[in-house]
């Protein structure tokens, strides 16, 4: 069957299945090529330039690995990793629920978008962090500190997009729901959200980054589980190969989490 299907091709469309091929490996490769660059020079500035003896030997991609390798084989992990991605999904399913309607509403009348603005933009410009003795004070040590955190880190980049979405939706798609005696919530339903759901999709992605970076300062707040109470503890122990290990996987789960949204809204393109 196979041996058919080749002989069906003819020669000028095997040329354009080549080229084809080879523009969908080049990306995976040059993406490979700098990774590989990026590790080279951490051995470098971790075993090379050092002298023999150094503190920042400890640090060196071999030993790293090596730790690597014992906490993915011990059963810790992967409940730390569990406990910070349930948070993380926690936090962005708040952000979701409050920031979609928030955008639509700003997104849809503009002196409600200029009465607000101000008000987002300098709350958009305070780092989460800073809210963190005021979110101990109000929810303690604990899960409920770190969802506000999150919460709070992942709201305005989904509210801003959403509110770019409704802005920019074909204002024809609208005449035509009118024209079609469509109710206020059947506009919504059928024109708005569809219409808005690339731009939403692309604030998630966003709110995904952020709530990731803030997720590590958030966990070391008095918590027992997560990657930044793993972080505290390497340190804690003075095991810093494994800290540079716990590191690196927080690393790689964000750079997944960051691959699965943009999957999402490329399906969702389609």
């Not at 990657?227 to 190969?241: C, F, M, P």
Request: a positive charge.
């Amino acid at each position: 069957m196979t041996d058919l299907a080749q002989r069906d091709v003819s020669p000028a469309d095997r040329d354009l299945i080549r080229p084809s091929r080879g523009r969908a490996l080049k990306p995976i490769l040059l993406g490979a090529l700098g990774l590989l660059g990026l590790l080279v020079l951490w051995f470098i500035g971790t075993d090379l330039l050092p002298g023999p003896g150094s503190f920042i030997r400890r640090f060196s991609p071999f030993l790293t690995v090596a730790s690597l390798g014992d906490l993915v084989t011990g059963s810790d992990l992967l409940t730390h990793v569990a406990v910070s991605l349930k948070r993380v999904l926690v936090g962005l399913a708040f952000a979701v629920v409050i920031g979609v309607p928030l955008g639509l509403a700003v997104g849809s009348s503009r002196p409600l978008d200029t009465a607000t603005s101000p008000a987002f933009q300098l709350l958009r410009m305070i780092s989460p962090l800073s809210w963190m003795p005021i979110a101990v004070m109000l929810f303690g040590l604990g899960d409920g500190a770190i969802y506000f955190l999150l919460s709070f880190a992942a709201t305005w980049p989904i509210l801003l997009n959403t509110a770019a979405g409704v802005r920019a939706l074909d204002q024809r798609w609208l005449l035509l729901g009118r024209s079609l005696a469509a109710t206020r919530t059947e506009t919504l339903l059928r024109i708005v959200i569809p219409g808005v759901m690339g731009h939403v999709l692309t604030g998630i992605r966003l709110a995904i980054g952020i709530s990731w970076i803030v997720l590590v300062p958030c966990e070391m707040l008095g918590v027992s589980a997560g990657l930044g109470y793993l972080i505290l503890d390497t340190r804690d122990r003075l095991a810093y190969s494994e800290l540079m290990a716990v590191v690196l996987v927080i690393g790689v789960i964000g750079f997944a989490l960051d691959g699965a949204a943009r999957a999402l809204h490329a399906i969702w393109r389609r």
